[in-house]
């Protein structure tokens, strides 16, 4: 019997790699275009898929509990966009990617840092408009003696942590799922989020995407955050309120920010845009071209293990299946 995996939506320019990794197996993979859940499910419905890869497209519950699914793979780390209550509770096996561009985010995270320590965007930004200045980026300081703290501290900021071990900064931690002795281990402090707030000089973003920390660094929080503080964020950008972010900015309760990641992507009239202190990337951290093809492959053969009735390497719920 012939399975069907139908790829919802994707921005590659192709399918070859997974058609690659399925070479030789009875297995039917279909591309679709599909934006909304109800775009998931007619087009799941049209041909019978059995598991579903999945892009930027929403798997809602009623994704979950019209379509008979055996596996969802989400290209990436985070399944937000995902309903994993709804999965489990209909036996559906969820994968993603949990090691995948864990080489590629901390480098990318320590370019936006030193871009908006040494000011190199606004720097680049003036040259082009014919201004050769070294004081429009003033006041730049050192950042030896600086403290770098982690909102979370997973494989990205411990990367992050082991690249910049011979910077001289101190580091801390917020993580509630962490002992101190397992921070310590990597020369990291275990520090409450009020502590984090009032310790960091950089803070760098690296918090999944819950309803608990939907908006976490809100008005409050970077009122709480010393006025020369750096905002990185490579993780999820609802993390952030970009409004509160921009007016933080505005009256000088921030110094920079470093994004690449926003609650809209692309964003539509975002207040961060074309600010001197803020320097933008399009979501592309997790981008090198390795990286592309480890993620494609390995969301794949996760799906097809599902689908052969084996154990999935990466289920995002080791309960299901």
């Not at 281990?185 to 009020?194: A, C, L, N, T």
């Not at 309120?241 to 809209?264: C, I, N, Q, R, S």
Request: charged share 30%.
């Amino acid at each position: 019997m012939t399975d069907t995996i139908l790829v919802t939506d994707f921005d590659f320019p192709d399918l070859e790699i997974e058609r690659g990794v399925l070479e030789g197996r009875d297995v039917d993979l279909v591309a679709a275009d599909a934006e909304t859940a109800d775009g998931v499910i007619e087009a799941a419905r049209e041909v019978e898929a059995d598991a579903l890869l999945v892009q930027y497209a929403p798997v809602d519950r009623d994704v979950l509990e019209t379509l008979d699914l055996a596996a969802v793979g989400r290209y990436g780390i985070g399944v937000d966009t995902v309903d994993l209550e709804a999965a489990a509770a209909e036996g559906v096996a969820v994968v993603n990617v949990p090691d995948y561009c864990e080489d590629e985010v901390p480098n990318h995270t320590i370019a936006l840092l030193f871009s908006c320590v040494r000011k190199t965007a606004l720097y680049d930004r003036t040259i082009a408009e014919g201004t050769w200045d070294w004081t429009v980026g003033a006041p730049i300081h050192r950042l030896a003696g600086k403290t770098l703290g982690f909102a979370a501290f997973g494989s990205i900021p411990r990367g992050i942590a082991e690249r910049l071990s011979g910077f001289d900064l101190e580091f801390v931690a917020y993580d509630p799922h962490q002992s101190a002795a397992e921070l310590a281990e990597h020369s990291v402090e275990k520090v409450s989020f009020d502590g984090l707030l009032e310790r960091s000089d950089i803070v760098s973003v690296h918090t999944p995407l819950t309803e608990e920390t939907r908006g976490l660094f809100d008005a409050e929080v970077f009122a709480a955050m010393a006025d020369d503080a750096v905002l990185l964020n490579t993780a999820r950008g609802a993390v952030v309120d970009d409004e509160a972010l921009a007016t933080a900015l505005e009256d000088d309760e921030l110094a920079a920010a470093g994004l690449d990641v926003l609650p809209e992507e692309p964003p539509e009239n975002s207040p961060l845009v074309g600010r001197d202190d803020v320097v933008l990337t399009p979501h592309v951290a997790w981008y090198s071209e390795e990286s592309i093809v480890e993620l494609r492959e390995t969301v794949t053969r996760d799906v097809l293990r599902v689908l052969d009735g084996d154990r999935p390497e990466n289920p995002v719920d080791e309960n299901v299946r």
